[in-house]
């Protein structure tokens, strides 16, 4: 497991905890996230929603400095499946 993909689920996984669905962060490269109500792992599942971005999007994201609709807007962040799903992990994020 990547270093990127370890310090992602170490962020995500208390704030997801209780999260209403599956979402699947998929950083190019370095692996993927997925999230559920028991909160984030390192892992590769089928998801409502898997959101795709590089791994510097994704940090950003992560910190804040990257608004989600933006790189959502600009081709940075793909979205496919539900988009209910996304807009619940946005605020999860935000």
Known sequence: MSKVVEAAVA???????????TAKFVIEGEGAVYIDA????????????TLTASRETFEGLMSGDVNPTTAFMTGKLRVDGSMGAAMKLGALLS
């Open 11 to 21: 962020a995500l996984d208390e704030k997801a905890k209780g999260f209403d669905g």
């Open 38 to 49: 028991d909160g984030a792992r390192a892992a590769d599942d089928e998801a409502e929603v």
